[in-house]
């Protein structure tokens, strides 16, 4: 495609229900991002895939989050037994990645808005 | 933990003049990135500094790094109702391993009156 897309853009759930939100990066980039923003608040990394190497869990607040990356390509942030706090913008970025330590142009997907009642 | 600071949280201006808006960061760098944000949805690239850069230009944008001070300003001249947006500095710490999360900092409200 010819950007990041995610899934769905908006999202209402219920305290202690489960949500799956979805992250399409653009082909051939090797890096994935996902981060959570607050209302009026910056970005807070939660988790980063690179190619086939363990992930970068280190920003997730929490067991109940997790995230998957199939294929090297799409992924998938679930969060289990959803709390009020939860609630946030969940943006996703993508960009390609050249050796190691090496920080290129991210590209962010729309986000998707998560309201837990 | 963000270690991007920018200031000022917000900023007003007319159409027409100047917009500085100013990011410090804590540790060494790789480089340092200038995103724009839109009503709270995905943000947008705008300009890439190396840490052996200095200044660089892109447009009406004009970057300015000090690592000596661990400072960076971003300047937006001439500007237009359509730079109201949020801005956030992202800086690419190194670590010295294979980590490429960049920790971005809190943003500047930017508010250009027409």
């Known amino acids: 495609g010819a950007g990041v897309s995610q899934s769905p853009s908006n999202k209402v759930t219920e305290k202690g229900k489960d949500v799956e939100l979805r992250c399409d990066p653009i082909?051939?980039?090797?890096?994935l991002y996902w981060y959570r923003q607050s209302l009026g608040q910056g970005l807070e990394f939660l988790i980063y895939?690179?190619?086939?190497?363990?992930?970068?869990k280190s920003g997730l607040p929490s067991d109940r989050f997790s995230a998957e990356r199939t294929g090297g390509s799409v992924s998938t942030l679930t969060i289990q037994r959803t709390q009020q706090e939860d609630s946030a913008v969940y943006l996703c970025?993508?960009?390609?990645?050249?050796?190691?330590?090496?920080?290129?142009?991210?590209?962010f997907g729309p986000g998707t808005r998560l309201t837990v009642l | 933990s963000q270690q991007g600071e920018e200031d000022p949280q917000a900023l007003s201006i007319q159409e027409g003049e100047n917009a500085t808006m100013n990011c410090s960061y804590k540790?060494?760098?790789?480089?340092l990135q200038w995103y724009r944000q839109n009503s709270g949805r995905g943000l947008v690239h705008l300009i890439l500094?190396?840490?052996?850069?200095r200044e660089k230009h892109s447009g009406r944008l004009r970057v300015t790094l000090d690592t000596s001070k661990k400072s960076s300003s971003l300047l937006i001249t001439a500007s237009r109702a359509a730079d109201t947006a949020s801005y956030f500095c992202?800086?690419?710490?190194?670590?010295?391993?294979?980590?490429?999360?960049?920790?971005f900092g809190k943003g500047t409200k930017l508010s250009v009156k027409p």
């Open positions: 970025a993508s960009s390609l990645a050249r050796g190691l330590s090496s920080y290129n142009e991210q590209f």
């Open positions: 082909s051939g980039h090797t890096a």
């Open positions: 895939f690179q190619g086939n190497s363990a992930p970068d």
């Open positions: 540790t060494s760098i790789n480089n």
């Open positions: 500094i190396r840490s052996n850069e």
């Open positions: 992202a800086s690419g710490p190194i670590y010295g391993g294979s980590q490429g999360n960049l920790i």
